[in-house]
Protein backbone atom coordinates (compact mmCIF):
# COMPACT_ATOMS: atom_id res chain seq x y z
CA UNK A 1 0.00 0.00 0.00
CA UNK A 2 1.14 3.57 -0.48
CA UNK A 3 1.10 6.40 2.32
CA UNK A 4 -0.15 10.36 1.29
CA UNK A 5 0.64 13.70 2.79
CA UNK A 6 -1.55 15.20 5.13
CA UNK A 7 -2.34 18.55 5.97
CA UNK A 8 -4.35 18.87 9.11
CA UNK A 9 -3.52 18.77 12.59
CA UNK A 10 -3.15 16.34 15.01
CA UNK A 11 -0.73 13.31 16.35
CA UNK A 12 1.56 11.18 15.21
CA UNK A 13 -0.20 7.42 15.47
CA UNK A 14 3.20 6.05 16.36
CA UNK A 15 5.28 8.32 19.23
CA UNK A 16 1.61 10.43 19.99
CA UNK A 17 3.38 13.91 19.23
CA UNK A 18 1.49 16.64 17.83
CA UNK A 19 1.32 16.87 14.16
CA UNK A 20 1.66 20.80 12.73
CA UNK A 21 -0.46 21.47 9.81
CA UNK A 22 1.62 21.57 6.86
CA UNK A 23 4.79 20.20 8.55
CA UNK A 24 5.99 18.05 4.86
CA UNK A 25 7.56 15.10 6.93
CA UNK A 26 3.59 13.97 7.87
CA UNK A 27 1.93 11.06 6.25
CA UNK A 28 -1.31 9.79 6.59
CA UNK A 29 -2.19 5.73 6.12
CA UNK A 30 -4.66 3.74 7.14
CA UNK A 31 -6.91 6.20 8.60
CA UNK A 32 -3.94 7.86 10.72
CA UNK A 33 -1.52 10.10 11.02
CA UNK A 34 2.41 9.38 11.36
CA UNK A 35 5.98 11.60 10.93
CA UNK A 36 7.94 9.85 8.10
CA UNK A 37 10.47 8.58 10.52
CA UNK A 38 8.14 6.98 12.55
CA UNK A 39 6.35 5.38 9.85
CA UNK A 40 7.39 1.85 10.80
CA UNK A 41 6.89 -1.87 10.67
CA UNK A 42 5.32 -3.04 13.66
CA UNK A 43 7.59 -6.10 14.17
CA UNK A 44 11.17 -5.31 13.30
CA UNK A 45 10.84 -1.18 13.58
CA UNK A 46 12.51 -0.74 9.55
CA UNK A 47 11.24 2.01 7.48
CA UNK A 48 8.01 0.70 5.41
CA UNK A 49 7.26 4.32 3.92
CA UNK A 50 8.31 2.90 0.54
CA UNK A 51 5.79 -0.06 0.98
CA UNK A 52 3.54 -1.17 3.56
CA UNK A 53 1.17 -4.41 4.29
CA UNK A 54 -1.35 -4.41 7.06
CA UNK A 55 -3.36 -7.07 8.51
CA UNK A 56 -6.99 -8.25 7.95
CA UNK A 57 -7.74 -4.33 7.98
CA UNK A 58 -6.57 -3.54 11.22
CA UNK A 59 -3.71 -0.02 11.82
CA UNK A 60 -1.03 -3.47 12.58
CA UNK A 61 1.62 -2.18 9.63
CA UNK A 62 4.05 -4.44 8.73
CA UNK A 63 6.97 -4.87 6.13
CA UNK A 64 6.93 -7.47 3.18
CA UNK A 65 9.38 -9.79 5.35
CA UNK A 66 6.88 -9.97 8.62
CA UNK A 67 4.01 -10.05 6.92
CA UNK A 68 4.28 -12.87 4.77
CA UNK A 69 5.79 -14.73 7.63
CA UNK A 70 2.84 -13.87 10.12
CA UNK A 71 0.14 -14.11 7.42
CA UNK A 72 1.29 -17.76 7.13
CA UNK A 73 0.59 -18.07 3.28
CA UNK A 74 1.37 -21.16 1.90
CA UNK A 75 2.44 -22.77 -1.85
CA UNK A 76 -0.78 -24.41 -3.24
CA UNK A 77 2.42 -26.59 -5.15
CA UNK A 78 5.47 -27.27 -2.91
CA UNK A 79 3.22 -26.45 0.57
CA UNK A 80 6.47 -23.94 1.63
CA UNK A 81 5.92 -20.58 3.08
CA UNK A 82 5.35 -17.77 0.83
CA UNK A 83 8.12 -14.87 1.84
CA UNK A 84 7.41 -12.18 -0.33
CA UNK A 85 5.18 -10.57 -3.05
CA UNK A 86 5.94 -12.70 -5.83
CA UNK A 87 2.82 -15.33 -6.83
CA UNK A 88 -0.02 -15.81 -8.00
CA UNK A 89 -3.53 -16.47 -7.22
CA UNK A 90 -5.75 -19.32 -8.63
CA UNK A 91 -8.68 -19.64 -7.63
CA UNK A 92 -8.59 -20.23 -3.87
CA UNK A 93 -4.64 -20.88 -4.05
CA UNK A 94 -1.79 -19.23 -3.72
CA UNK A 95 1.04 -20.17 -5.86
CA UNK A 96 4.80 -19.25 -6.01
CA UNK A 97 5.38 -18.43 -9.63
CA UNK A 98 7.80 -20.92 -10.32
CA UNK A 99 5.52 -23.60 -8.94
CA UNK A 100 3.03 -22.72 -11.72
CA UNK A 101 4.06 -25.57 -13.85
CA UNK A 102 0.55 -28.22 -15.54
CA UNK A 103 0.63 -31.05 -13.17
CA UNK A 104 -0.14 -33.16 -16.81
CA UNK A 105 3.14 -32.64 -17.99
CA UNK A 106 5.89 -35.18 -18.51
CA UNK A 107 8.85 -32.84 -18.49
CA UNK A 108 8.63 -29.83 -15.86
CA UNK A 109 11.50 -27.87 -14.62
CA UNK A 110 12.75 -29.32 -11.28
CA UNK A 111 13.11 -26.24 -9.34
CA UNK A 112 13.30 -26.05 -5.64
CA UNK A 113 10.98 -23.92 -3.37
CA UNK A 114 13.04 -24.14 -0.72
CA UNK A 115 15.50 -21.84 -1.84
CA UNK A 116 17.19 -18.13 -0.07
CA UNK A 117 16.09 -14.89 -1.02
CA UNK A 118 18.95 -14.60 -3.50
CA UNK A 119 18.08 -17.99 -5.27
CA UNK A 120 15.04 -17.08 -5.03
CA UNK A 121 15.79 -13.35 -6.50
CA UNK A 122 17.85 -15.43 -9.62
CA UNK A 123 14.63 -17.70 -10.37
CA UNK A 124 12.65 -14.41 -10.56
CA UNK A 125 14.75 -12.97 -12.83
CA UNK A 126 15.69 -16.21 -15.14
CA UNK A 127 11.71 -16.57 -15.09
CA UNK A 128 11.18 -12.76 -16.55
CA UNK A 129 13.13 -13.76 -19.74
CA UNK A 130 11.62 -17.16 -20.56
CA UNK A 131 8.16 -17.26 -22.58
CA UNK A 132 5.59 -17.53 -20.40
CA UNK A 133 3.43 -20.42 -21.09
CA UNK A 134 -0.51 -20.17 -21.97
CA UNK A 135 -2.18 -20.83 -18.69
CA UNK A 136 -5.57 -22.29 -18.30
CA UNK A 137 -6.57 -22.80 -14.58
CA UNK A 138 -8.74 -25.85 -13.22
CA UNK A 139 -9.88 -26.48 -10.01
CA UNK A 140 -7.30 -23.88 -8.91
CA UNK A 141 -4.35 -25.56 -10.79
CA UNK A 142 -2.70 -23.82 -13.99
CA UNK A 143 -2.68 -26.16 -16.80
CA UNK A 144 -1.10 -25.83 -20.32
CA UNK A 145 -3.77 -26.00 -23.28
CA UNK A 146 -3.07 -29.53 -23.80
CA UNK A 147 -3.82 -31.10 -20.90
CA UNK A 148 -6.09 -28.81 -19.71
CA UNK A 149 -8.15 -29.71 -22.91
CA UNK A 150 -8.11 -33.25 -21.94
CA UNK A 151 -10.20 -32.55 -18.72
CA UNK A 152 -13.78 -33.50 -19.02
CA UNK A 153 -15.99 -30.77 -18.53
CA UNK A 154 -13.85 -27.87 -20.40
CA UNK A 155 -15.40 -28.99 -23.45
CA UNK A 156 -18.11 -26.78 -25.36
CA UNK A 157 -21.74 -28.54 -25.57
CA UNK A 158 -21.87 -27.25 -28.85
CA UNK A 159 -18.72 -28.32 -30.87
CA UNK A 160 -17.18 -30.15 -28.57
CA UNK A 161 -13.99 -28.33 -28.40
CA UNK A 162 -12.54 -27.19 -25.12
CA UNK A 163 -13.65 -23.32 -24.08
CA UNK A 164 -10.25 -21.96 -23.60
CA UNK A 165 -11.63 -18.05 -23.25
CA UNK A 166 -14.64 -16.50 -23.10
CA UNK A 167 -18.22 -18.77 -22.39
CA UNK A 168 -21.65 -18.36 -22.69
CA UNK A 169 -24.72 -20.40 -20.86
CA UNK A 170 -28.04 -21.13 -22.08
CA UNK A 171 -30.88 -22.04 -19.72
CA UNK A 172 -31.37 -25.70 -19.23
CA UNK A 173 -28.31 -26.28 -20.75
CA UNK A 174 -25.62 -27.85 -18.30
CA UNK A 175 -22.16 -26.50 -19.32
CA UNK A 176 -20.38 -23.81 -21.18
CA UNK A 177 -20.51 -22.87 -24.54
CA UNK A 178 -18.10 -21.29 -26.97
CA UNK A 179 -20.08 -17.45 -27.70
CA UNK A 180 -20.71 -18.17 -31.46
CA UNK A 181 -21.61 -21.99 -30.99
CA UNK A 182 -24.32 -20.89 -28.31
CA UNK A 183 -25.86 -18.26 -31.09
CA UNK A 184 -25.89 -21.05 -33.73
CA UNK A 185 -27.56 -23.17 -31.00
CA UNK A 186 -29.56 -20.11 -30.22
CA UNK A 187 -30.94 -18.97 -33.83
CA UNK A 188 -31.31 -22.46 -35.74
CA UNK A 189 -30.72 -25.26 -33.27
CA UNK A 190 -28.09 -26.65 -34.58
CA UNK A 191 -25.11 -28.15 -32.72
CA UNK A 192 -21.55 -28.61 -34.55
CA UNK A 193 -20.27 -31.65 -32.54
CA UNK A 194 -20.32 -33.49 -35.57
CA UNK A 195 -17.41 -30.92 -36.89
CA UNK A 196 -14.82 -32.49 -34.81
CA UNK A 197 -13.05 -34.88 -36.47
CA UNK A 198 -11.88 -36.88 -33.42
CA UNK A 199 -12.76 -36.86 -29.70
CA UNK A 200 -10.79 -34.75 -27.79
CA UNK A 201 -9.59 -37.91 -25.41
CA UNK A 202 -7.72 -39.23 -28.72
CA UNK A 203 -5.79 -36.44 -29.91
CA UNK A 204 -2.11 -37.61 -30.07
CA UNK A 205 0.11 -34.42 -30.12
CA UNK A 206 0.11 -31.06 -29.00
CA UNK A 207 0.35 -29.89 -32.13
CA UNK A 208 -2.51 -31.88 -33.53
CA UNK A 209 -4.92 -30.61 -30.57
CA UNK A 210 -4.22 -27.20 -31.41
CA UNK A 211 -4.19 -27.24 -35.11
CA UNK A 212 -7.73 -28.86 -34.89
CA UNK A 213 -9.07 -26.31 -32.39
CA UNK A 214 -7.96 -23.72 -34.47
CA UNK A 215 -9.30 -25.30 -37.56
CA UNK A 216 -12.83 -25.87 -35.63
CA UNK A 217 -12.77 -22.35 -34.56
CA UNK A 218 -12.06 -20.77 -37.91
CA UNK A 219 -15.23 -22.79 -39.24
CA UNK A 220 -17.80 -21.73 -36.38
CA UNK A 221 -16.65 -17.87 -36.56
CA UNK A 222 -17.11 -17.94 -39.95
CA UNK A 223 -20.54 -19.86 -39.90
CA UNK A 224 -21.83 -17.61 -37.46
CA UNK A 225 -20.68 -14.64 -39.04
CA UNK A 226 -21.67 -15.29 -42.87
CA UNK A 227 -25.41 -16.79 -41.68
CA UNK A 228 -25.90 -14.02 -39.09
CA UNK A 229 -24.85 -11.41 -41.65
CA UNK A 230 -27.09 -12.87 -44.14
CA UNK A 231 -30.03 -13.04 -41.90
CA UNK A 232 -29.46 -9.49 -41.20
CA UNK A 233 -28.88 -8.11 -44.71
CA UNK A 234 -32.23 -10.16 -45.63
CA UNK A 235 -34.08 -8.81 -42.99
CA UNK A 236 -33.17 -5.39 -43.71
CA UNK A 237 -33.84 -5.88 -47.53
CA UNK A 238 -37.60 -6.16 -46.33
CA UNK A 239 -38.12 -3.92 -43.89
CA UNK A 240 -36.59 -1.39 -46.43
CA UNK A 241 -39.15 -2.48 -48.54
CA UNK A 242 -41.83 -2.13 -46.47
CA UNK A 243 -40.71 1.72 -46.05
CA UNK A 244 -40.34 2.64 -49.97
CA UNK A 245 -44.03 0.96 -49.93
CA UNK A 246 -45.43 3.38 -47.65
CA UNK A 247 -43.67 6.29 -49.04
CA UNK A 248 -44.69 5.42 -52.70
CA UNK A 249 -41.15 5.43 -53.55
CA UNK A 250 -42.30 2.98 -56.60
CA UNK A 251 -38.55 2.81 -58.20
CA UNK A 252 -36.54 2.19 -55.32
CA UNK A 253 -38.91 -0.43 -53.83
CA UNK A 254 -38.74 -2.29 -57.41
CA UNK A 255 -35.38 -2.24 -56.89
CA UNK A 256 -34.89 -3.30 -53.92
CA UNK A 257 -37.07 -6.27 -54.68
CA UNK A 258 -35.36 -7.48 -56.84
CA UNK A 259 -32.48 -7.47 -54.43
CA UNK A 260 -34.55 -9.18 -52.31
CA UNK A 261 -35.16 -12.02 -54.88
CA UNK A 262 -31.05 -12.53 -55.52
CA UNK A 263 -30.71 -12.52 -51.74
CA UNK A 264 -32.90 -15.48 -51.88
CA UNK A 265 -31.91 -16.95 -54.65
CA UNK A 266 -27.92 -17.59 -52.56
CA UNK A 267 -29.85 -19.90 -50.33
CA UNK A 268 -32.04 -21.65 -53.36
CA UNK A 269 -28.31 -22.44 -54.95
CA UNK A 270 -27.15 -23.65 -51.42
CA UNK A 271 -29.99 -26.09 -50.93
CA UNK A 272 -29.99 -27.42 -54.42
CA UNK A 273 -26.08 -28.23 -54.37
CA UNK A 274 -25.94 -29.77 -50.98
CA UNK A 275 -29.30 -31.84 -51.41
CA UNK A 276 -29.41 -32.69 -55.02
CA UNK A 277 -26.14 -32.90 -56.48
CA UNK A 278 -24.46 -34.52 -53.26
CA UNK A 279 -27.39 -36.53 -51.32
CA UNK A 280 -30.15 -36.74 -53.75
CA UNK A 281 -33.19 -36.02 -51.21
CA UNK A 282 -35.81 -33.59 -51.75
CA UNK A 283 -36.07 -30.60 -49.33
CA UNK A 284 -39.40 -29.50 -52.02
CA UNK A 285 -41.71 -28.95 -48.91
CA UNK A 286 -39.42 -25.68 -47.11
CA UNK A 287 -38.65 -24.30 -50.09
CA UNK A 288 -41.79 -24.19 -51.32
CA UNK A 289 -43.15 -22.80 -48.26
CA UNK A 290 -40.93 -19.60 -48.76
CA UNK A 291 -41.60 -19.73 -52.24
CA UNK A 292 -45.21 -19.43 -51.84
CA UNK A 293 -44.05 -16.98 -49.11
CA UNK A 294 -42.40 -14.25 -51.47
CA UNK A 295 -45.32 -14.40 -53.73
CA UNK A 296 -47.70 -13.38 -51.50
CA UNK A 297 -45.39 -10.80 -50.10
CA UNK A 298 -44.89 -9.76 -53.46
CA UNK A 299 -48.43 -9.80 -54.45
CA UNK A 300 -49.10 -7.51 -51.36
CA UNK A 301 -46.93 -4.64 -52.41
CA UNK A 302 -48.47 -5.07 -56.00
CA UNK A 303 -52.19 -3.62 -54.33
CA UNK A 304 -50.43 -0.11 -54.43
CA UNK A 305 -53.89 1.16 -53.38
CA UNK A 306 -53.54 -0.82 -49.92
CA UNK A 307 -51.28 0.04 -48.19
CA UNK A 308 -52.33 -2.24 -44.90
CA UNK A 309 -48.64 -1.86 -42.42
CA UNK A 310 -49.99 -4.65 -40.24
CA UNK A 311 -50.64 -6.93 -43.09
CA UNK A 312 -46.98 -6.40 -44.48
CA UNK A 313 -45.53 -6.99 -41.37
CA UNK A 314 -47.04 -10.26 -40.96
CA UNK A 315 -46.09 -10.99 -44.41
CA UNK A 316 -42.40 -9.90 -43.85
CA UNK A 317 -42.51 -11.91 -40.45
CA UNK A 318 -43.53 -15.06 -41.92
CA UNK A 319 -41.02 -14.55 -45.08
CA UNK A 320 -37.87 -13.96 -42.71
CA UNK A 321 -39.29 -17.03 -40.75
CA UNK A 322 -39.14 -19.37 -43.60
CA UNK A 323 -35.78 -17.75 -44.59
CA UNK A 324 -34.37 -18.59 -41.28
CA UNK A 325 -35.24 -22.37 -41.94
CA UNK A 326 -34.09 -23.16 -45.14
CA UNK A 327 -30.51 -21.54 -43.14
CA UNK A 328 -31.05 -23.94 -40.62
CA UNK A 329 -31.84 -26.47 -43.11
CA UNK A 330 -29.21 -26.11 -44.66
CA UNK A 331 -26.44 -26.17 -41.95
CA UNK A 332 -27.34 -29.11 -40.69
CA UNK A 333 -26.99 -30.79 -44.07
CA UNK A 334 -23.85 -29.19 -44.87
CA UNK A 335 -22.60 -30.49 -41.59
CA UNK A 336 -23.81 -34.02 -42.19
CA UNK A 337 -21.80 -33.93 -45.79
CA UNK A 338 -18.63 -32.92 -43.42
CA UNK A 339 -18.56 -36.34 -41.88
Known amino acids: MTVEQVHSENKCYNCQNTCIRGDPSLVRAVGNIYHKQCFKCNTCQISVIDQFFIMNDSSVILCEKDYFEISGFKCHQCNESITKNNYEVIGDYK ?3 HCLHCPGCTIVKNVPCSIDEEQQQQQDDDEEEEESFERYDYNGRPY ?3 HYSLIKGTECIGCGQAVLHQYMELPNS ?3 WHPEC ?3 MKYWHVELIDLQPILQSDYKSKQQLVF ?3 DIEYIRYNIWKELSNYEENTSKIISNIILLHQSSDYKQEYESCLLL ?5 IIFTILDLVFKYFTHLSCDVPTQKLTDQF ?7 CQTNIKDTQNLSKLAT ?3 QYTRDLVKLSLQQTIILTK
Open 95 to 97: YHR
Open 144 to 146: CRY
Open 174 to 176: NGK
Open 182 to 184: CMI
Open 212 to 214: IQN
Open 261 to 265: TSQLN
Open 295 to 301: VLFMDSL
Open 318 to 320: LLS
